[in-house]
């Protein structure tokens, strides 16, 4: 198993990575101090496959063990849905130290741990999560929210999970589509934050679609550790942390213009690609290493061409975001493998020669 820790001060945590974790669960909790009872919520298709063992392990460990179901799917993170297991945890008699383990991908962690954070004004909070795209980034940070009408992630907070246990083992039943969804996010990790792990991704591209688990645990830890650092450095997202949102300026306004037909992990994929094509186009980031960064993108099986969506109406889409951040829109541009900046200094003119151009780097 490999540990990386997140030093936040007293809400400090450790990540555990490895495979089988899962059945240990219980022993680990109790070494966190953590007794008696406790709630895992997660969703139908989970529990089926990992839900009945984890609390089997849990009560053989000697925990009283409820297990709280939600339906699939991303209109879950709901006030509605978070008010049904208020009803359900009060229910239960959960008391302020009754933890909840958050037993899913991203919209069960997010759910769950806006749930851990407002019930009793805060409960421990155990992120187990089941996906790539979870065990890279969504599980660690602190993020946690529920969407509000057509907003996303509008309502929520800054609440640290107190351990994540990240069972690469869990992995191998992910869907294709899902598991490459995650994949966008690691490569975005390799980009922003180190040149090394973008080679290892080169060379074990492969071995990661295949779901071999020791090149997936090194996946894991590492994108992992590049997170850890910089929510170290900002905790709170009030600069250094947008580096995150690497690939999310133009992948966001492609995931809207498209009514979310094309998926998140899809939309990261081109908008990562059209900033490094912008830095580029300024001058910064090297050729070689956007046919790179292309090569990877396109043997990860993530789009490397536009949707059929019109150019216009991404530029569109990046403007209203712009109207939200009072005039300033930032990107997160590459200037090298495993180096990115910040800069508000991109006309959009130069973004749809990028869009429209983005063929160039091959
Ligand atoms: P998801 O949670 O919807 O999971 C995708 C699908 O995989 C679901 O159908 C789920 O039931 C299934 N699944 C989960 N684990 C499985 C397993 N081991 N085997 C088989 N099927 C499994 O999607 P996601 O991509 O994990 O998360 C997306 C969410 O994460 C979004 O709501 C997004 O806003 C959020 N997010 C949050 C942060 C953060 O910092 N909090 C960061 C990135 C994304
Ligand atoms: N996923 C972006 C963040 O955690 O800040």
Redesign the pocket.
Known sequence: MRKVKVRLGTNSYDIHIGSGLLTQTGHQLKENGFVNKLVIIT????KG??GDALKQNLITEGFKVTILQVP???EQ?SLDAAGSLYGELTDFYAERITPILAL???????LA?FVAATYLRGVPLIQI??????QV?????????V?HGQL??KIGAFYQPRLVISDIS??????TK?LI??LA?VIKSAVIGDKDFFAFLEKNLNKVKSLNVEVLEEVVSQSAKIKAEIVEKDETDLGLRSILNYGHTVGHAIESTSNFKVQ??EAVAIGMLAEASISNKLGILNKDELIRLKSVIKRAELPTQMPNLEVENIIQAIEHDKKVLRGKIRFVLPQSIGSVFITDEVSLSLVEEALIGEDEAT
């Open positions: 969703n139908p298709t989970v496959l990992y699939e799917g991303e993170k899913g991908g991203g919209v069960i962690g997010d741990g999560p089941t996906t790539l795209l979870a980034d969504s599980s660690i940070g602190g993020k946690v929210a969407n996303k992630n869990t992995l191998t039943t992910l869907p899902v969804d995650g996010e998140h992990g």
